[in-house]
């Protein structure tokens, strides 16, 4: 019997959540990898993969969050992905959320401009990803986050 | 001869920042002679000494960091990330909160943890950001030190064993 690749739903916001996704990339390498984020002109630093975009979003306008929500669904809907992956920010949580319906297993990677405490989004995220985890060692908790390294 | 900025700031992808964009567009009417090109974003205000644009491809934009003398951004990690692997000094000015520049104060924290290193460094204000903008121009000190376009194979490692279900 063929063994299908898993498949990986790697989502960030644009920026540095986006550049950080990026630098993670041999994590996921042999895997069917599909892109969600921010500016579309981004696809082309992943050519190959499947891509879709999303309207930015934060907490300071959250009128375009039930466009976002939309938009999220649709990419995790159309990818079923069996693992999501995420370096945030706050519209990811939606990904993390449809991907849990879907049945996927989801993982949050807190930026690393986080230094000092977490970023809001992965205060949440600690109850609604798999498995959570900051960037520095000094804010690992018990359980999570959890430490295992950083994007520099 | 390269007409391509010598100045090149950004305030990133995500908010304006307007203090920022003004503080570059200052020191460009002070220098006229210098080639300023500012990313200004979603931001209101406009440069009329710099030139500026909102938005560019990240293709674009690697090209301006690599071929300016000088990087300004702000304190964010992509603009830290991008500074680094272009082995180019970087200026940075922080988001403040209380201005309505960012959801927290983490750029603060941010900068805490990397100016200083190799070829990051930092203003609070506009006024020791032209300050600074000036000495790096005359000196631009140690580039950042060079790194691998991915992260530490032990961190991402961990992150392959979970996608493949053998790390919880």
């Given at each position: 019997?063929a063994?299908?690749r ?14 950080q996704?990026?630098?993670?990339r041999?994590?996921?390498a ?20 499947r891509?879709?975009s ?30 999501i ?37 992965g ?12 960037q520095?060692?000094?804010l ?8 295992w390294?950083?994007?520099? | ?7 090149f ?33 979603s ?8 030139a ?52 927290t104060d983490?750029?603060f924290?941010t ?7 190799d070829?990051?460094?930092?203003a ?10 000036d ?32 790390e919880?």
């Amino acid at each position: 019997m063929a063994t299908r690749r898993v498949r990986v739903l790697a989502v960030a916001s644009g920026g540095g959540h986006w550049v950080q996704l990026l630098r993670l990339r041999p994590a996921w390498a042999g895997c069917d990898v599909a892109y969600a984020t921010v500016h579309p002109d981004a696809a082309a630093q992943v050519p190959g993969a499947r891509f879709f975009s999303f309207k930015d979003a934060s907490r300071k306008n959250k009128a375009s969050f039930a466009i976002v929500a939309l938009q999220l669904f649709r990419a995790v809907a159309t990818v079923r992905p069996d693992v999501i992956v995420t370096t945030g920010s706050a519209p990811a949580l939606l990904a993390i959320v449809f991907g849990r319906l879907f049945g996927a297993r989801t993982l949050w990677i807190d930026s690393i401009a986080n230094s000092e405490v977490m970023s809001s989004s992965g205060l949440r995220a600690r109850k609604l990803a798999h498995q959570c985890l900051t960037q520095w060692p000094e804010l690992a908790g018990d359980p999570v986050p959890e430490y295992w390294g950083a994007v520099l | 001869m390269s007409d391509a900025p010598e100045v090149f700031a950004s305030v990133g992808s995500m908010f304006a920042f307007d203090r920022f964009a003004r503080a570059l567009d200052d020191w460009a009417a002070a220098h006229p002679a210098t080639r300023v090109l500012v990313q200004i974003g979603s931001g209101t205000y406009e440069p009329t000494h710099a030139a500026f644009v909102r938005m560019m491809p990240p293709a674009l934009y690697q090209r301006r960091i690599a071929e300016a003398r000088l990087f300004v951004a702000h304190a964010g990690m992509g603009s830290i990330i991008a500074a680094i692997q272009a082995g180019k000094p970087l200026l940075m000015m922080p988001r403040r909160y209380d201005l309505g520049e960012h959801t927290t104060d983490h750029q603060f924290a941010t900068l805490a943890k990397f100016a200083g290193r190799d070829g990051l460094h930092s203003a609070a204000s506009a006024a020791e950001l032209h300050i600074k903008i000036d000495a790096l121009l005359a000196d631009g000190g140690v580039a950042p030190a060079p790194i691998a376009p991915f992260a530490a194979p032990e961190f991402t490692d961990r992150i392959r064993a979970f996608i493949h279900g053998s790390e919880g």
